[in-house]
């Protein structure tokens, strides 16, 4: 089930395409919390279900997931359009 809801988040993804991502990435480059919002929200249990495969418990994925969503969210501002 959780691999099926992974399939549809990234059809979400593609299917707003590049200009989707560019409005989130400009969102959260300008400090905007609603897109960093919904980066999180998109990402997020796709993101704890690759963590939790990868450690088999949950409070380590819990961490990791964390770690990776500050990360992203901190290093994003050095993101360049190729």
């Known amino acids: 089930m959780e691999k099926k809801k992974g399939i549809e988040n990234l ?3 593609f299917a707003f395409g590049a ?4 409005v989130i ?3 959260i480059k300008d ?3 609603m897109a960093m919002s919904e980066l999180v929200e998109l990402i997020q249990d796709d993101l704890f279900g690759f963590c939790f495969y990868l450690s088999a418990n949950k409070s380590v994925a819990e961490d990791i997931c964390q770690e990776v969503l500050i990360k992203v969210l901190t290093k994003i501002q050095e993101l360049k359009k190729f």
Do not use: A, L, P, R
């Not at 200009?19 to 560019?22: G, N, Q």
């Open 19 to 22: 200009e989707f991502m560019d």
């Open 31 to 33: 400090k905007d919390w």
């Open 25 to 27: 990435t400009k969102g």
């Open 11 to 13: 059809k979400k993804i």
